[in-house]
């Protein structure tokens, strides 16, 4: 599921997903393209496990040859439980 900051708030999805943790600490999630343009800032988050990531950058990844591989780039940080702010940080 999507959601945007508060100022925007509203909920998408959900649509299915991959998501791999990265060295660097953040994470690259593949989105269904359905979720739509992805700003700096969104939350992105997997009801069936409650983890939430906020996203850092997203690029629209169009295949034109099947469309239906056109997915949605996403590097995102995992947003820390209990935080007053979107990226979870107290």
Do not use: F, I, K
Not at 42 to 59: I, K, Q
């Amino acid at each position: 599921m999507l959601q945007r900051p508060l100022e925007t708030a509203h909920l998408l999805g959900p649509w299915p997903g991959r998501a791999q943790p990265q060295p660097d600490g953040t994470w690259h999630l593949a989105l269904d393209p359905r979720a739509g343009v992805l700003l700096v800032g969104d939350l992105v988050a997997e009801p069936a496990t409650g983890t939430e990531w906020t996203v850092l950058v997203a690029d629209q990844m169009q295949n034109t040859e099947d469309p239906a591989l056109s997915y949605v780039r996403v590097t995102a940080r995992l947003r820390a439980g209990a935080g007053t702010r979107p990226e979870g940080h107290p």
